[in-house]
């Protein structure tokens, strides 16, 4: 039974730049939640996305967007990057949003140099 | 705004030592307590969890305890081994919240010496 996987691993990209995480939700989960953890910090909520909308947002600015397809699989986009959105970008998955049944992925870890 | 405080930032421990890590929150409409756990270069895991009626939930070797008035919970490891080295997370959520989303402490990072 697959988890979470999450595409690439690792990648670097430059100031300015625009790049797209990937997201595919463990078997059976429908919803799709990402998170930014900066080194040596906890995961910060940035959206949820349920049935193809999202369904709530943390406190991330408008460069941060987002997107699920109909097979529940997740993109995150983030434009005019900044040195500061260095960080590890994880991706969980979940059957409905009420739930607390959450599964991470390993995470895509985005270095903007 | 933190609404997870944890401590302490890290921790050594001998093998066969226990390691205490506490967290306290602030929005008294959390209702699920989950610690997670995480080896580097891999997502959180979930450890354990507790509900706010519960004073103490143990698994194996591992215990959350909970004050409910005084808004903390601690993790507890006992006979803590080397494999237990790694960063270890509390967490709250409002389960039937719209959208509901952990809210994340800062982490402990536990390091288990043979």
């Known amino acids: 039974d697959a988890g979470v996987t999450q595409s690439p691993t690792h990648l670097i990209k430059t100031r300015g730049q625009q790049v797209t995480l990937r997201c595919s939700p463990k078997?059976?989960?429908?919803?799709v939640s990402w998170y930014q953890q900066a080194l040596g910090q906890g995961p910060q909520f940035i959206f949820q996305?349920?049935?193809?909308?999202?369904?709530q947002r943390g406190n991330f600015p408008d460069r941060f967007s987002g997107h699920q397809f109909p097979n529940y699989s997740s993109e995150l986009n983030v434009n005019a990057l900044l040195l500061g959105d260095s960080a590890l970008y994880l991706c969980?998955?979940?059957?409905?949003?009420?739930?607390?049944?959450?599964?991470f992925g390993s995470g895509t870890r985005l270095t903007v140099v | 705004q933190q609404q997870v405080k944890q401590s302490p930032q890290s921790l050594i421990v001998q093998k066969g030592g226990i390691s205490i890590i506490n967290c306290a929150y602030e929005?008294?409409?959390?209702?699920?307590f989950p610690w997670y756990q995480q080896f580097p270069g891999k997502g959180p895991a979930l450890l354990i969890a507790?509900?706010?009626?519960?004073s103490e939930k143990k698994e194996g070797r591992f215990t959350i305890s909970f004050n409910k008035s005084a808004k903390q919970f601690s993790l507890h490891i006992m006979d803590s081994q080397p494999g237990d080295s790694a960063t270890y997370f509390c967490?709250?959520?409002?389960?039937?919240?719209?959208?509901?989303?952990?809210?994340f402490g800062g982490g402990t990072r536990v390091l288990v010496k043979p």
């Open positions: 969980a998955s979940s059957l409905g949003t009420e739930t607390y049944g959450y599964t």
């Open positions: 078997s059976g989960h429908d919803t």
């Open positions: 996305y349920y049935e193809e909308e999202e369904r």
């Open positions: 929005n008294t409409a959390f209702d699920y």
């Open positions: 507790i509900r706010p009626d519960v």
């Open positions: 967490a709250a959520i409002r389960v039937r919240a719209a959208g509901n989303k952990l809210t």
